[in-house]
């Protein structure tokens, strides 16, 4: 399974701005679907965003206006841009890979946890008020 590397994490003033990055493995990428999810403390990990294998992209409603999700092929990379940061996005945020798929897949399939098959080991982000 892919071995997904998360950076880009930390603490940022509410308002503020941060860019998470996850490397993957070059052999899997393209064929492959991303996204992001996080978990806050005491919370279920939810669904922030994705993009699909086709190049497709789906935020959280509560994200969407905030947040941008891309991928780039050629650096086997996937990048969040968080703007607007407030403290109820503090959380842990996973980068996750899917297994090689259809070239078009669903938003109800790119938005299910339990569509990803490889993780990173997560990258913390605070927001303070």
């Known amino acids: 399974q892919a071995q997904l590397v998360e950076s880009g994490g930390g603490l940022v003033q509410a308002g503020g701005s941060l860019r998470l990055s996850c490397a993957a493995p070059r052999r899997t990428f393209s064929d492959t679907n991303m996204a992001w999810f996080r978990q806050a403390p005491g919370k279920e990990r939810e669904f922030v965003a994705a993009?699909?294998?086709?190049?497709?992209?789906y935020y959280a409603d509560s994200m969407k206006d905030r947040f941008t999700v891309s991928r780039d092929n050629t650096k086997n990379t996937f990048s969040l841009q968080m703007d607007s940061l407030k403290p109820d996005d503090t959380a842990v945020y996973y980068c996750?890979?899917?297994?090689?798929?259809?070239?078009?897949?669903?938003?109800?399939?790119?938005?299910?946890?339990?569509?990803?098959?490889?993780w990173g080991q997560g990258t913390q982000v605070t927001v303070s008020s």
């Open positions: 993009v699909g294998r086709g190049g497709g992209t």
């Open positions: 996750a890979a899917s297994p090689r798929t259809a070239f078009y897949m669903s938003r109800d399939y790119l938005t299910d946890q339990e569509s990803y098959v490889s």
